[in-house]
T-cell receptor, first 113, second 115 residues
Framework: GDSVTQMEGPVTLSEEAFLTINCTYT??????LFWYVQYPGEGLQLLLK?????DKGSNKGFEATYRKETTSFHLEKGSVQVSDSAVYFC????????????FGQGTTLQVKP | GAGVSQSPSNKVTEKGKDVELRCDPI?????LYWYRQSLGQGLEFLIY????????KSGLPSDRFSAERTGGSVSTLTIQRTQQEDSAVYLC?????????????FGNGTRLTVT
């Protein structure tokens, strides 16, 4: 079945470092791909999305490019801040008639000043 | 405006007891989802509602789990005869309509602990 695999955390970085969180997926066909973020004490919220191959989603300095050839959707940010500390979830949507998302296990990011 | 509201925020119950978890979606959102987040696990899909109907119940782990939605709004997830493996954070989400153009809005979850 469809699945999402993320790199294990926690990822610990110093402020202004470059961030990459890897995400790969398994799906029949071409799903839409998402990154959700969960800040401490808050609910999950959509960070960015891409709906077809080669699309780049971006928001708040984060970017991810839908790579069909490698079935990947890696999350990147050029310069992280302490306020980016959160849990990041990669997700795919295949059955768009239901809106059901399949999530990865989440990656915890800790940014130190 | 108000987001997705879940209650209670925390629930501790004894093994074998029944629990009810409540979700108030964003007003006007027709689609509602329940997920479960266990320690070290990703988010596990449980059930999806479109209006009051549940076209996809495929994620409910056993017949001890059930959910209903009334008036196209509030939803209740019921777990009967709770077991320790039911301990998790139960998340509810709603969206304006089904499909990838309507992002899911999540509540803060109910943390369930079965002792």
């Amino acid at each position: 079945g469809d699945s999402v695999t993320q790199m294990e955390g926690p990822v610990t970085l110093s402020e202004e470092a470059f961030l990459t969180i890897n995400c790969t997926y398994t799906a029949t066909g071409y799903p839409s791909l998402f990154w959700y973020v969960q800040y401490p004490g808050e609910g999950l919220q959509l960070l960015l999305k891409a709906t077809k191959a080669d699309d780049k989603g971006s928001n708040k300095g984060f970017e991810a490019t839908y790579r069909k050839e490698t079935t990947s959707f890696h999350l990147e940010k050029g310069s992280v801040q302490v306020s980016d500390s959160a849990v990041y979830f990669c997700a795919l949507l295949w059955a768009s008639n239901t809106g059901k998302l399949i999530f990865g296990q989440g990656t915890t990011l800790q940014v130190k000043p | 405006g108000a987001g997705v509201s879940q209650s209670p925020s925390n629930k501790v119950t004894e093994k074998g007891k029944d629990v009810e978890l409540r979700c108030d979606p964003i007003s006007g959102h027709t689609a509602l989802y329940w997920y479960r987040q266990s320690l070290g696990q990703g988010l596990e899909f449980l059930i999806y509602f479109q209006g009051n109907s549940a076209p996809d119940k495929s994620g409910l782990p056993s017949d001890r789990f059930s959910a209903e939605r009334t008036g196209g709004s509030v939803s209740t997830l019921t777990i009967q005869r709770t077991q320790q493996e039911d301990s998790a954070v139960y998340l509810c989400a709603s969206s304006l309509e089904q499909g990838y153009n309507s992002p899911l809005h999540f509540g803060n979850g109910t943390r369930l602990t079965v002792t």
